[in-house]
């Protein structure tokens, strides 16, 4: 990327050296000083333009270059996500409120994102429709001038903490169940909304069941055309999927390996240095391929089957690696400097790695995305 790459991630390295304790692992730990450190870091962030970079001047960005913004998404992954939530509010819901809002949802909704003082939660899978999205249940149906929406949807991440709701709820019942679809705008204060904790290996905040009854939203709520959502899902999908650089964070704990075993490292067994070595050639081929899907996203042309090969990429990546990493981790001495800190970073990434074979869309339906996409070109 060149030496002005180099200058950003030197910036943020010393930005989060500064502000970010060594020993953090994220901002949805049972601390609460966790989301504090998430919250602040944000906001410091957003001072130094370095939130939303790439976003227009207008919406509260810097007009940066995409490659600038994917250097801030590598750094902010391999250190355990110190914007928190943000990541969502960056990634994709502002850009899709970009390219969909009217422009008072876009004085709304745009500013408080760029300034780093909101987050949002995704309001999309069901208990009978998850890697099945469109089989969805949670109903809007016509009352006044709006919609009342009643129904239930559960792991959303954040929901506990969150301000905004990106809902989706179907509006009509059509000959195709993806069609009918409308995507909502709701406020989490809304009595209406209620939110209940499902606790995991990955700890609070991650997981969660949340109840609509009767939730009255307006035309004003309704992100464009009603009935007219799933291609909006289509555009978030992309974006969410392509933009969290999972390989960084891999890339980095595997370097760090053979620093923290120290002498060792040398008493490894052949095959499990062979494998290390292999993980991180893996991590080159996913960088690759991020930095090809950014340049596609760029132009507006990254396609489904696009997003569904990293993602099946990047998953394999997180788990093949956690094991590498916890066999590791099992030979690291155990008065080493470093240890505790690797212990817990690498024992972090195994739990995630585990969820991510069905977080944003389940490794199957991404296979299935990724056939149809290579026999539709064929």
Same mark, same amino acid.
């Given at each position: ?22 020993? +953090? ?61 943000? +990541? ?158 999972? +390989? ?103 739990? +995630? ?26």
């Amino acid at each position: 990327m060149g030496p002005q790459a180099d200058e950003l991630r030197g910036r943020l390295r010393e930005l989060i050296n500064a502000a970010v304790p060594p020993d +953090y692992l994220g901002a949805f730990t049972d601390d609460p000083s966790d989301l504090d450190v998430a919250q602040r870091f944000c906001r410091t962030l957003a001072r130094g333009g370095l939130l939303c970079m790439s976003w227009p001047q207008e919406f509260g960005g810097r007009d940066a270059s995409i490659w600038e913004q994917t250097v801030v998404r590598e750094e902010m992954w391999a250190h355990h996500e110190p914007r928190g939530a943000q +990541y969502m509010g960056v990634n994709w819901v502002g850009p899709i409120i970009m390219r969909h809002g009217t422009d008072a949802q876009k004085r709304t909704h745009l500013p408080p994102i760029a300034g780093g003082e909101v987050i949002w939660c995704q309001g999309f899978s069901e208990p009978e429709a998850g890697s099945d999205l469109a089989s969805l249940r949670t109903t809007a149906r016509p009352d006044a001038d709006g919609w009342l929406v009643s129904g239930q949807k559960i792991w959303t991440s954040y929901a506990t903490m969150a301000q905004w709701c990106f809902l989706l709820a179907r509006t009509s019942r059509e000959d195709k169940k993806q069609r009918g679809l409308t995507i909502f705008l709701v406020p989490m204060s809304d009595p209406a909304i209620s939110v209940r904790p499902i606790r995991s290996i990955m700890g609070p905040h991650h997981l969660n069941e949340v109840f609509f009854d009767d939730l009255r939203v307006s035309a004003d709520d309704v992100l464009g055309e009603v009935g007219a959502g799933w291609s909006i899902v289509q555009d978030v999908l992309s974006f969410e999927r392509v933009g969290i650089a999972r +390989y960084a964070r891999c890339e980095r704990l595997l370097h760090a390996a053979p620093d923290v075993l120290g002498s060792a490292w040398d008493d490894l067994p052949d095959e499990l240095r062979a494998r290390w070595a292999r993980m991180l050639l893996h991590c080159r081929r996913a960088r690759l391929l991020a930095y090809r899907l950014v340049a596609l996203q760029s132009a507006g042309r990254v396609r489904p089957g696009d997003a569904s090969g990293y993602r099946i990429l990047v998953t394999k990546l997180d788990q093949d690696s956690a094991e590498v990493l916890m066999e590791i981790l099992a030979a690291a001495p155990a008065d080493g400097d470093r240890t505790p800190w690797f212990r817990g970073e690498v024992e972090d990434h195994w739990k +995630y790695s585990q969820a991510s074979t069905v977080s944003s869309g389940s490794i199957e339906m991404q296979r299935i995305l990724l056939s149809r996409a290579m026999l539709a070109a064929s």
